[in-house]
């Protein structure tokens, strides 16, 4: 196991460089099951979750070569059904290989999810979308067997609630499928057009991605292609706030702003200094107190829920009373009771909303990581507080963030990495 030990209370200054999304990253990797021809992709994130994705495609036969620090070259040619379970535990994304494996092998066993324990995540929606391609499917204890020996037909699936992972599930299973794919009420999230774009360039016929409202015509097989992953637009935000919890200069680079317009917005209101440019963002020290003010997370163009814990940081160094209301996941407000031991004055008032009273010093205290977000915001936390602060679990941390202390270290954070 290892932890972060922080000694707070520096103002922090310099550059640093958002790298490639997480939540792309995760995506296109399964996709590559889709054809038998290379794929090569630039820009991977070198977090856990996507280390994870890898060894779980090449327990099926995928040739997987890195070519370069972020770079692979990828091809799904001979491909077994035989999937290592021990990996498909410690990854949510897993369940995305359904589709492209349905189609390809006509069959797939998948194990209980992994991921971060952030509230229920059902898979009801994932094995309605595929039955209603046309999937057979058998579940008996954690495991859930999954078949359809004559391939997917198309078919129009509408969703109970928006889902990001739901949809980008079906988008992969409908590729392959005969006919047409008719998808309602689909999730937004800038992943999911940078998705559709590429697989599009690939051979694949898909409208309406990024839209409430999808569109799949089935072809035959995709061709090889290269993709850049798109700027993570959830560490962007992230180090942003990490930048003005601390009352820092700080610029954040290689990002793509659009894809945070609900966070400016806050921070319009909170009364924040930043500056933001073609493809970066400048954070400024505070010049006078920040404004308490509501927020409620929604699915995107919303806030969103993953930078919902490091800007309830931020509210700590408000002034008055900020009301958080979290309301994609139940259990995504448990890291504040941490906040408090911290000297946060926040009440929580149901699982999906907190009061919190600013502003309020921190001090630093044993930290424990229970998720990849709420990780950060006590990164976050331990970089603003007075004293020293040991965090706990950061292996949950690692699976989202590359190299984040290292990283941090070059804008003057004492942060350093302990094995126990």
Known sequence: MERFIIQGGKQLAGEIKVNGAKNFALKILPAALLTDCEWKISNVPQINDVLHSVELLKSIGVSIEKTSEKKYRIQAKNISDNLDQNICV???????????????????????????????????????????????????????????????????????????????????????????????????EPEIPALADFLNRCGAKIKGAGTPFIEIEGVKSLRGGECRIIPDRIEAGSFVLLGLATNSFIKITDLDINHLDALWASLEKVGADFELG??????????????????????????????????????????????????????????????????????????????????????????????????????????????????????????????????????????RRVKD
């Open 90 to 188: 410690k990854i949510k994304t897993a369940v995305l290989m359904a589709g492209p494996m349905l189609a390809r092998c006509g069959k797939i066993t998948l194990s209980r999810a992994g991921g971060c324990s952030i509230g229920p995540r059902p898979h009801d929606i994932f094995w309605a979308g595929l039955k209603a391609l046309g999937a057979e499917i058998k579940n008996k204890n954690d495991v859930c067997c999954l078949t359809a020996p004559r391939g997917l037909t198309g078919a129009k699936f509408v969703f109970p609630w928006v889902t990001v992972m739901g949809t980008e599930a079906m988008i992969l299973a409908g590729v392959l499928a005969k006919g047409k794919t008719v998808l309602k009420n689909t999730a937004c």
């Open 278 to 415: 073609k493809d970066y963002v400048q954070v400024k020290p505070n010049s006078k107190l920040l404004k308490a003010v509501e927020l409620r997370t929604h699915e995107y163009p919303g806030f969103s829920t993953d930078l919902q814990s490091p800007f309830t940081v931020l509210m700590t160094q408000a002034s008055g009373s900020s009301l958080i209301h979290e309301t994609i996941f139940e259990k995504r407000l448990i890291y504040t009771d941490m906040l408090n031991e911290m000297g946060a004055k926040i009440t929580m008032c149901d699982p999906h909303r907190v009061i919190v009273q600013g502003p309020t010093k921190l001090y630093g205290c044993r930290l424990l990581s229970p998720d990849i977000r709420a990780g950060i915001a006590l990164v976050i936390a331990a970089l603003t507080a007075r004293g020293e602060s040991v965090i706990q679990n950061i292996c949950q941390i690692d699976r989202g963030y590359e190299r984040l202390e290292e990283r941090l270290v070059k804008l003057g954070a004492d942060i």
